[in-house]
Every structure is written in structure tokens, then in C-alpha cells.
């Protein structure tokens, strides 16, 4: 029979958390509730660590430490851990380093990949890698491969270190027993050209098993079509397709570029299309699951409980390492670990790096936060809940 998943269960929630740790995390919840207190401390941290002023400790024990996992692989190894022996948790190592665009930073990217690529291989917490392609090459020039526009000689040479970069991982983890990597999204308008990239490394590398994984935004109100397409490009070339599916992140610069530049924005015109095209998106991937490994990249309760109910209508088991569920580290937990101990895939994205390099991803994370009030009060509600029976001891 059936687990019956239930969110509601703080006590598996937050098994991984102690006291000390629940209360520090209300009071940051608190404080990222108030948008204007967001805000402001965004110029103020920026301005702070441009001057020099010692503000890393107090970012490392506050919102670093709620959504990073360190700054070092071997730093993150402890939670890494402690996620999967306490809750069954696996962990997706994500190198959040953002902003540069020189060759020296992204040859360094690759190297940190390589790193996480040799210490996944020999561990089951870690199956999957995950890279930005703007961590890989200059956003200005997927722009131009995207548009079709011309590249001069140099920027060639720019492009084809790109596909190097892009290869020389992707080749690293297919030659691993298990592993998979995940390649990130970004905006529509270099989109096309990191599918072209991705689908070309699918054609080397996924023939026997889905090692590498796009990832498409459904709140792009084009991209179930996409699905499809990539569909039929897996069963014509008779290889596996990895896709991971999420809402998207980049939703308030897409509709201002629109309409900046005159043209229609590409995003679903509200919540319930992008919900509607999402859930659809992960139907199709599972009634052609004899293509498609996926990766569901999702912190809406309806949204995993209608992808569970799915796997169980389809008879496909829960364990199938087809299937997987991810959330962000430091947020929904109520999701993460009660779908794991209802015996399905889970991941966390656990992002590291230096405080100083991670501070624009951190700021985001309290950015989206703070837009979406229903995250940081759904955070709020469940850590005093868990707060509330920890005192009663039931």
C-alpha cells in the first residue's frame, strides 16, 4: 500500500536542525519578510565589503550558513553527510559563483567541476553535478551564437573554449558508474544557444544512460513544445534525454527586456499558466519515461504531490532512478525530507564557494524569498510548529 505523503510532519522536516539552528533560522526568515529591510542591506552589505569592513563573520553565521553549505567541498562534506545518514537526503554540490567573465574564472569553474566530479564518483550522496553555462563562457557570447549573429575571429576561438569546457566535464562524469550533471538554465534570449550546446553533448554522451541533463523553464510559455521536440531528437537518435524541470528564475528581467526592446514576453501571463505548463511538463516526461530521466526542481507541495501520485498511476516505482525531486538547501524542508522518507529520490541543491563570491546568489535567495511571501511564510509556519512540539515533547 501507498505512503501517504504528508508535508505536515515537522519532526522528519527538520530532523537534521537543532534548536539553536530553528530559532536562528525564524529570526532570518523574519527579517527577509520585510522587502524594504531586503532592500536596504543589499547597497549596505555591497558597500560594506567594497570598503573592507570585517562583515563576513556576521554574513557566515546568518544567511550564508541557512543557504550554504560552506566554502569548500571538504567543508560541505559534514552536512553533505548528515543529510543523507539522518533523512536519506542526497546533495547536489553547486559551485555558486556568479558576475565574472574572464577566462581565468572560467577555467576555474571547470577545475572546481572536475574536483566534485572526483569526489562524487567515490561517494552515493552526491549523484549528481550542476554547472551555470555562464560560469563556462561570457553571456555575450551565447547571445550571439543564440541570435545567429557574426563572431569574429576571436570570439570563435571564445566559443569553441566554451565547448571545450562543456565537454571536458561532461566526458569526466560519463565515465564515472552513476554519476549525471545537470546544466542549469538561463535567459530566453541565450537559451538557444545552451540547448544547442547541451544537445550536443547528449548526442555523446547519452547513448547508454541519461548522463547529462538540460534544464527547461516552464513559466517560458513556449517550452512544453520544446519537450516535445527533445523527445522526438532522443527517440531519432536513439539516446536518453535528461531533463530537469522548473518554474524559472529570471521572470522579472525577462518582461523587462520585453518590454524594453518591444517585443512580446515569453513568460506564461500569470501564476496558474505557469503552474498549468509546468505539471503538464512533468506528465509528458513520464509517459515517455523510456526517453526521459527527470528531475523535478520544485518547492510546491501540489506539484510534487501530483508528480508522486503520477509515479503510482503509472505504476513506476519510487526508487526508479529515473525520477527525482530536488529543493534549495535552507528552504522546504517539509518537502525534502518527508518525500524521502516516503522512499523517493530527493536532492538539495547545496550551494558553496567563498562568502565574498557567493554574496549576488544570497541575495537573490532572500530576493525571491521576499517576493514570494508564501515561501518565507510557509518557512516561518512550519519552524514554529517544530519549535512548538519540540517544547511540548510530542
Known amino acids: 500500500m501507498r505512503n501517504s505523503l504528508n508535508f505536515e ?13 530553528l530559532k536562528k533560522a525564524k529570526l532570518l526568515f523574519f527579517l527577509i519578510s520585510k522587502a524594504w529591510l531586503t532592500n536596504l542591506a543589499k547597497p549596505i552589505t555591497n558597500f560594506l565589503l567594497g570598503v573592507g569592513f570585517p562583515i563576513e563573520p556576521l554574513l557566515k553565521y546568518t544567511v550564508f550558513k541557512q543557504f550554504c553549505g560552506g566554502e569548500t567541498i571538504d567543508q560541505c562534506k559534514p552536512l553533505i553527510e548528515k543529510m543523507y545518514k539522518k533523512g536519506q537526503v542526497h546533495s547536489v554540490l553547486d559551485y555558486s559563483i556568479e558576475g565574472k567573465e574572464n577566462e581565468n574564472f572560467f577555467d576555474g569553474v571547470l577545475e572546481t567541476q572536475l574536483d566534485i566530479c572526483r569526489y562524487a564518483s567515490e561517494i552515493s550522496e552526491v549523484p549528481f553535478l550542476v554547472f551555470k553555462p555562464t560560469g563556462m563562457g561570457r553571456m555575450e557570447i551565447y547571445e550571439k551564437v543564440s541570435n545567429q549573429t557574426y563572431l569574429d575571429s576571436s570570439e570563435i576561438l571564445e566559443w569553441e573554449r566554451i565547448k571545450k569546457r562543456f565537454d571536458v566535464i561532461c566526458n569526466a562524469v560519463s565515465k564515472t558508474n552513476s554519476l549525471k550533471i545537470m546544466i542549469d538554465a538561463e ?33 517560458i510559455s ?3 513544445s520544446y519537450l516535445q521536440d527533445i523527445y522526438f531528437f532522443g527517440k531519432k537518435n536513439n539516446i536518453k534525454i535528461g531533463i530537469k524541470l522548473v518554474r524559472g528564475a529570471y521572470m522579472e528581467k525577462e518582461r523587462e527586456r520585453a518590454f524594453i526592446k518591444g ?14 505548463n509546468f505539471n503538464n511538463g512533468l506528465i ?31 505504476k513506476i516505482e519510487k526508487n526508479d532512478d529515473r525520477v527525482w525531486f530536488g529543493q534549495l538547501y535552507g528552504m522546504s ?12 529520490n530527493t536532492a538539495k541543491y547545496l550551494p558553496f564557494g567563498p562568502i565574498k563570491e557567493v554574496i549576488p546568489y544570497l541575495f537573490r535567495r532572500a530576493e525571491e524569498n521576499t517576493s514570494l511571501g508564501t515561501q518565507t511564510s510557509r518557512e516561518l509556519l512550519y519552524i514554529n510548529k517544530e519549535l512548538l512540539r519540540r517544547k511540548n515533547n510530542f
Open 284 to 314: 509528458y516526461c513520464l509517459t515517455y519515461l523510456n526517453v526521459f530521466d527527470v528531475f523535478t526542481g520544485s518547492h510546491n507541495e501540489e506539484s510534487c504531490e501530483m508528480f508522486s501520485k503520477k509515479l503510482e498511476e503509472k
Open 9 to 21: 510532519n515537522t519532526k522528519i522536516a527538520f530532523s537534521t536542525k537543532s534548536n539553536n539552528d
Open 222 to 224: 513556449n517550452r512544453l
Open 187 to 219: 535567459e530566453s534570449w541565450i537559451q538557444g544557444a545552451v540547448d544547442e550546446l547541451v544537445e550536443e553533448m547528449m548526442l555523446k554522451y547519452n547513448a547508454k544512460r541519461a548522463v547529462v541533463f538540460n534544464t527547461v523553464q516552464m513559466y
Open 263 to 276: 517585443y512580446n514576453s515569453p513568460i506564461c501571463i500569470d501564476k496558474y499558466s505557469t503552474d498549468v
Open 333 to 344: 524542508d517539509h518537502i525534502s525530507f518527508n518525500l524521502s522518507k516516503n522512499g523517493y
